[in-house]
């Protein structure tokens, strides 16, 4: 920029003139570290209007979304990678309590890394990418993050899915379809970080996101956990929840793969959330089912698409 004056070198100015590193398919990424790198320059506020613009353009344009999903663990994350790349036209919403994605497979048990995933569900591992070691009737993923931050980044990069997290689920829209039934028709939002302070403040209203397709994968109990499963009680749609069972790995696996389903109208739920709504078993630190029941959850849910 020595060419230009001085009293003409403000960051809007100069980017007028084009005067910004080359990033070119040539840029070499170890060049310009002798003292000499330099940044594209910048206004404070398009920063902040390069963010508003598209987060509250997605707000806008997902409040009507075609299907939803609350909660991105393993299983919310299955479903969408399965849906997203099965069904390119619906526009998927996830919506996730934590700033963190990924729920509780970020580890495998007991604060260890290493994920287990029991065979079949290991045929989904291979079509994400993500390496194991073959153990039989299992295999093992050498750190658990490897397999979330994959699903993630691959569901993430879906034109068709956006997540909101750092956003709670505080409720249903829970309305009458044209035969009369209550049907399950989207989801009450508000930032987590307001969600956790209604007690605290006065009334801050939420925000709704309408979707004929509900997919509830909110784990089992917990702070916010089986969060569908508690409400569709307390609104009279399920008579008592079933309550997570002891730990049972062969008979738990099964029963949650083969229990995902439209459990109230509108409303498909999958994963740990399950266990509480059935009375089954817990797994404890084996994936596959989370996988299969995702999976079998998109499936549902195209199925309802479908029909
Ligand atoms: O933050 C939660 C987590 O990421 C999110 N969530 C919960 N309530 C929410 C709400 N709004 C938005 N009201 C919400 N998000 O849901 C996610 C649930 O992820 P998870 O990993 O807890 O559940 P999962 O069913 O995907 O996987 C369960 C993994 C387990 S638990 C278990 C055992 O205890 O035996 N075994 C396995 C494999």
Redesign the pocket.
């Known amino acids: 920029v020595a060419d230009i004056p001085e009293a003409e070198q403000s960051p809007i100015l100069l980017m007028k003139r084009n005067v910004i590193p080359a990033t070119n398919g040539t840029y070499d990424v170890s060049e310009n570290y002798e003292g000499d790198y330099r940044f594209a320059p910048i206004e404070e506020a398009q920063v902040s209007r390069a963010m508003i613009k598209r987060y509250f353009n997605m707000m806008y344009e997902r409040a009507i979304s075609d299907v939803v999903i ?9 479903c969408a990678y399965h849906l997203g790349k099965s069904r390119p036209d619906l526009k998927i919403t996830i ?4 700033v ?6 970020w580890l495998g ?1 007991q604060l260890m890394t290493p994920m287990v995933v029991r065979k079949p569900a290991d045929r989904f591992l291979t079509e994400l990418g993500v390496p194991f070691e073959d153990e039989g009737p299992f295999v093992v993923v050498k750190h658990a993050a490897l397999f979330t931050s994959t699903i993630l980044s691959k569901v993430l990069a879906m034109p068709n899915v956006v997540m909101m997290n750092a ?4 409720d249903l829209i829970i309305r009458e379809d044209f035969q009369g039934r209550q049907r399950v028709s989207g ?1 009450v ?1 508000n930032w ?1 970080l307001v ?1 956790l302070n209604h007690d605290t403040q006065s009334c801050m209203d939420p925000n709704v996101i309408t979707a004929p397709v509900v997919v509830t ?4 109990d ?1 702070p ?5 499963a508690k409400r569709l009680v307390s609104a009279g749609l399920l008579k008592e929840l079933g309550n ?1 069972r002891g ?1 049972d790995m062969n008979r ?1 696996e099964p029963a949650i793969v083969n229990g995902t389903r439209e459990v109230a109208p509108g409303l498909i739920m ?6 509480e709504h059935d009375g089954s078993n ?6 596959g ?2 996988m299969a ?2 999976i079998k959850a998109a499936r549902e849910a195209m199925h309802i698409f479908e029909s």
Request: hydrophobic letters at 45%.
């Open positions: 609350v909660g991105a663990g393993s299983a919310g994350l299955s919506i996730e309590a934590n963190a994605p990924g729920g509780g497979a048990g956003t709670a689920v505080e989801v939002t987590t969600a994968a909110t784990g089992h917990g916010m956990g089986a969060f569908s997570m730990l738990a999958t994963g740990m959330e399950l266990s817990r797994m404890g630190p084996t994936f089912a989370m029941s995702g």
